[in-house]
């Protein structure tokens, strides 16, 4: 069992930035890959980043493309989402999943077997 905790979601002006951080539980954290989603009101959850088990390899969604960075430190069992130039359009809940399959992280929910409970951004304009 793999528990996900994020933190550093908050009410940003457009423009701003924050940076989401996960812990997870797991001592094996260091063999899978992590994902960030988010979910907005009324839309459904939709990819925003994954990062592999080594942190060597990384994709976006092209939503956010050059202006999120994900990252982890195996060392501490984190997984980090630096969101830069945020928009009135990145206002959702962010959600970070491990993905024990999967080596450099899906753009399927599906894909994900462990899912934090969120944290709320909220970009104002």
């Known amino acids: 069992q793999v528990q996900l905790v994020e933190s550093g979601g908050g009410l940003v002006r457009t423009g701003g930035s924050l940076r989401l951080s996960c812990a997870a539980s797991?001592?094996?954290?260091?063999?899978?890959?992590m994902g960030w989603f988010r979910q907005a009101p009324g839309k459904e959850r939709e990819f925003v980043a994954a990062?592999?088990?080594?942190?060597?390899?990384?994709h976006y969604a092209d939503s956010v493309k050059g202006r999120f960075t994900i990252s982890r430190d195996n060392a501490k069992n984190m997984v980090y989402l630096q969101m830069n130039s945020l928009k009135p359009e990145d206002t959702a809940v962010y959600y970070c999943?491990?993905?024990?399959?999967?080596?450099?992280?899906?753009?399927?929910?599906?894909?994900?077997?462990?899912w934090g409970q969120g944290t709320q951004v909220t970009v104002s304009s």
């Open positions: 797991e001592r094996t954290f260091s063999n899978y890959a």
């Open positions: 990062i592999s088990w080594s942190g060597g390899s990384t």
């Open positions: 999943a491990a993905d024990l399959g999967g080596s450099s992280g899906s753009t399927y929910s599906i894909e994900y077997d462990y």
